[in-house]
């Protein structure tokens, strides 16, 4: 990302995440969340994976690819973020957050 003159980006970080969050409601109609995480259930090694959700929280199917790219889309626009934990992108709010952090505050 180029930077002004000043120092700071030319895109705040703001826009991108939001950005984000509009290609991916194109590419994924009602989707709600995204969860995003290197464990994927199918595998037995550290993989890449994704589920996606819709608003009353049941999973959406969709393609492979389709989820891959959104995982990847979503890894680059937080690039500082610890993946070795799973994470989970609110598409309306366009904000990340952890998600083993969150599931442990639901349960108390």
């Known amino acids: 990302m180029l ?6 980006l030319a895109c705040p970080a703001t826009e991108r995440q939001h950005r984000l969050a ?9 989707a709600a969340t995204i969860r995003v995480s290197f464990n994927d259930p ?11 959700h819709d608003e009353a929280g049941k ?3 969709l393609g492979r690819t389709t989820v891959r790219v959104a995982a990847r ?14 994470h989970t992108f609110d598409v ?3 904000t990340l ?7 442990a505050a639901q349960g108390r």
């Open 3 to 8: 930077a002004m003159p000043s120092g700071t």
């Open 22 to 30: 509009a290609q991916l409601t194109d590419m994924i109609p009602g």
């Open 42 to 52: 199918k595998q037995a090694w550290p993989h890449l994976y994704a589920a996606v």
């Open 59 to 61: 999973t959406m199917e």
């Open 73 to 86: 889309w979503i890894q680059r626009v937080w690039p500082e973020a610890d993946w070795t934990r799973p």
């Open 92 to 94: 309306a709010r366009a």
């Open 97 to 103: 957050v952890r998600s083993d952090l969150t599931t």
